[in-house]
């Protein structure tokens, strides 16, 4: 069986097995500026570090059963397709009611039957609950780009801010950290939807 589902695979097209299983079809921005979203003041940098943050609301739960929920979640995060085997949670403390997680995963840009191009992308999720609400962020942001073929190291802070990830009118993302600043937003913004999602 398992030699089976080695050569089903290798008859795959290699798109078809990389690809972000998380994405959904786009529909971002406007018909107008379809990178809208991704302009100014969408990528905050916090101490001088890019940090996304939010507060999700859960009303009726106790920090202790959102602290049950998150680290449940974060936990299957490391075991899901596309992560690497580094992915685990750090830290886990039920008395202070905080999870850290840091995670490996391929972020893919374009996949297709001729070309695949992804980045190996690594962040920490840091959640802190407390009786009826969670806060998130997501940070220590960096990337490890065409390791096959000439690793480059990325920060977050010197390739995804507005001043590199846009271009100089600073309306249109910028030709090849733009790709970078979409997809880490568009995986930021698949993340905290699912825990607001699990925390209703």
């Given at each position: 069986?398992?030699?089976?589902?080695?050569a089903m695979m290798?008859?795959?097209?290699?798109?078809?097995?990389?690809?972000?299983?998380?994405?959904?079809?786009?529909?971002?921005?406007?018909?107008?500026?379809?990178?809208?979203?991704?302009?100014?003041?969408?990528?905050?940098?916090?101490?001088?570090?890019?940090?996304?943050?939010?507060?999700?609301?859960?009303?009726?739960?106790?920090?202790?059963?959102?602290?049950?929920?998150?680290?449940?979640?974060?936990?299957?995060?490391?075991?899901?397709?596309g992560q690497f085997?580094?992915?685990?949670?750090?830290?886990?403390?039920?008395?202070?009611?905080?999870?850290?997680?840091?995670?490996?995963?391929?972020?893919?840009?374009?996949?297709?039957?001729?070309?695949?191009?992804?980045?190996?992308?690594?962040?920490?999720?840091?959640?802190?609950?407390?009786?009826?609400?969670?806060?998130?962020?997501?940070?220590?942001?960096?990337?490890?780009y065409e390791e096959?073929?000439?690793?480059?190291?990325?920060?977050?802070?010197?390739?995804?801010?507005?001043?590199?990830?846009?271009?100089?009118?600073?309306?249109?993302?910028?030709?090849?950290?733009?790709?970078?600043?979409?997809?880490?937003?568009?995986?930021?913004?698949?993340?905290?939807?699912?825990?607001?999602?699990?925390?209703?």
């Amino acid at each position: 069986m398992k030699k089976l589902l080695i050569a089903m695979m290798m008859c795959l097209p290699l798109w078809a097995v990389a690809q972000n299983t998380w994405e959904m079809p786009e529909t971002n921005g406007t018909a107008a500026n379809p990178d809208q979203k991704y302009l100014v003041g969408a990528v905050p940098v916090v101490d001088g570090k890019v940090t996304f943050q939010t507060v999700i609301d859960a009303p009726g739960k106790s920090a202790a059963q959102i602290y049950d929920i998150v680290k449940s979640y974060m936990e299957k995060m490391t075991k899901e397709p596309g992560q690497f085997e580094q992915s685990r949670i750090v830290l886990a403390d039920s008395a202070k009611f905080e999870v850290v997680g840091s995670y490996q995963e391929w972020l893919v840009f374009k996949s297709t039957a001729l070309v695949l191009d992804r980045t190996r992308l690594y962040y920490h999720l840091i959640v802190n609950c407390s009786d009826g609400k969670a806060d998130i962020s997501m940070t220590r942001i960096y990337y490890l780009y065409e390791e096959e073929r000439d690793p480059q190291t990325l920060k977050a802070e010197e390739w995804i801010t507005d001043e590199v990830g846009l271009n100089k009118k600073k309306n249109k993302l910028s030709r090849v950290a733009g790709k970078f600043r979409r997809k880490t937003i568009d995986r930021k913004d698949y993340l905290f939807n699912k825990f607001a999602s699990l925390l209703k």
